[in-house]
């Protein structure tokens, strides 16, 4: 079993920025891939962002250009840096880990923007 937790998220004016973290931990496992979504009220969770073993990295053409992710693999954590914030980026956001083949969320942290 792999426990995740998130951590960043917060109150932030439109324009701002934040750093999101997750970090995970458990016995003997090895990450696959480590990702974000995004949840807001009344939609399905969509794609954010992707970091995978070899560095190689994906991310919605919603948020090219402002959200970063990036990994430290001894902390077995992953970042999500979001820059030039919007009130559309309101939502939540989780953490997905791939570990041996299963799949794992976190339970999310809320970002708000305000206008």
């Known amino acids: 079993q792999v426990q995740l937790v998130e951590s960043g998220g917060g109150l932030v004016q439109a324009g701002g920025s934040l750093r999101l973290s997750c970090a995970a931990s458990?016995?003997?496992?090895?990450?696959?891939?480590m990702g974000w979504y995004r949840q807001t009220p009344g939609e399905q969770r969509e794609f954010i962002a992707i970091?995978?073993?070899?560095?190689?990295?994906n991310y919605a053409d919603s948020v090219k250009g402002r959200f970063t992710i990036s990994r430290e693999n001894a902390k077995n954590t992953v970042y999500l840096e979001i820059n030039s914030l919007k009130p559309e980026d309101t939502g939540v956001y989780y953490c997905?880990?791939?570990?041996?083949?299963?799949?794992?969320w976190g339970k999310g942290t809320l970002v708000t923007v305000s206008s």
């Open positions: 997905k880990v791939v570990a041996d083949g299963k799949v794992y």
């Open positions: 458990g016995r003997a496992f090895r990450i696959n891939s």
């Open positions: 970091i995978i073993n070899n560095g190689v990295t």
